[in-house]
């Protein structure tokens, strides 16, 4: 089984604010599916009124990031699938649920994780 990462940017849900509740209900639909499936690892949003921090290897922290990652935000789901087209099934769920396409990522099999 691998882990796959299904997300989007914040600014790519284009949804009126009146169709927000119904947009929620359908996306934590497609998650009770998943984890009814067995398939769930984790799912969630950052949260924007946090500000990240970076942490160096010595322990200092500062309030910036990477320049590549200044506009990271949106929603996510982790799900482990046993094939790229279940992850493109269930990433064609969530981009039906939220109203917006989903990007799709496979990470990298490490047997310590």
């Known amino acids: 089984m691998t882990k796959f990462l299904i997300s989007f940017p914040a600014q790519a849900m284009d949804v009126p604010a009146k169709d927000l509740p119904a947009v929620g209900e ?18 969630g949003g950052l ?11 010595d322990g200092t922290a500062t309030h910036d990031t990477y320049p590549q990652t200044k506009d990271f935000d949106g929603g996510f789901c982790v799900l482990e699938l046993p094939s790229r ?18 990007e799709l ?7 310590e994780s």
């Open 47 to 57: 949260n924007g009124a946090v500000p990240p921090l970076r942490v160096a290897a």
């Open 26 to 43: 359908a996306a934590r639909q497609v998650i009770r599916e998943a984890k009814a499936a067995g398939v769930y690892v984790f799912a």
């Open 105 to 111: 990522r496979e990470f990298g099999h490490d047997p």
């Open 85 to 102: 087209e279940a992850a493109l099934h269930w990433a064609a769920k969530l981009a039906e649920a939220c109203r917006c396409a989903q």
